[in-house]
């Protein structure tokens, strides 16, 4: 037998980090199949883009939660395969940002340029959400090994750290919506501040 690490001892198969991955895509598939099926067959109540805008908004934040989970999830349980699934999750987030955008571009300015600007301008909800969407692109676009080799590991960790500024935005587009439940975004808020103070800590403590 050749000789393996405790890292790779403790590891779970390459097949079961394929497995897991395919069951986060079954599952976030899920609210986007509802919305596929339910908008045609009448199922999203009398105001079907209203249905839609809020789906993929909350599971665009959703996601970015549990993206930003992974790695203090993998420092706490010690299981250091979790961090083969955050690609996943970060696209699935990407996904919903992208229907969520495309709601709203589509179905609530359809297509007009000159309203969609005076809209980024106008509601501070908006402009916010949109400058989340704008830095979730490159994050998006560099998530593959060729990327991380072209840039370098340090400089795409830096890019990537660009994902605390878009979950900071995302909690401020939400707290702006001024929805039907306020405490909400702050339930997110308070998530997120968990999420990045134990980055911090662990970027700055000894116990590296
Ligand atoms: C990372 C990016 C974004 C996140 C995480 C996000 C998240 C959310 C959330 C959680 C909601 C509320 C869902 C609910 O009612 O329960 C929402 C609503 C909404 N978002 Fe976003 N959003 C993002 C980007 C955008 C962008 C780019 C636009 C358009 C330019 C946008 C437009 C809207 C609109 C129009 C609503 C509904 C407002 C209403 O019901 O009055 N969002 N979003």
Known sequence: ????????????????????????????????????????????????????????GTWTIVSLVVTLSITPLRRLLNWPWLVRLRRTTGLITFFYAFLHFMTWLWLDRFFDWTDMVKDIVKRPFITVGFAAFLLLIPLALTSNNASIKRLGARAWQRLHWSVYAIAVLAVFHFIWLARRNPNEPYIYAAIFALLLGARVYWKFSKNK
């Open 1 to 56: 037998m050749p000789f393996l690490t405790t890292t790779q001892l403790r590891s779970p198969s390459q097949v079961f980090v394929q497995r897991a991955k395919w069951l986060l895509i079954v599952l976030a598939a899920l609210p986007f199949l509802r919305l596929a099926v339910g908008a045609p067959l009448g199922w999203l109540g009398v105001n079907p883009i209203e249905f839609i805008t809020r789906s993929t």
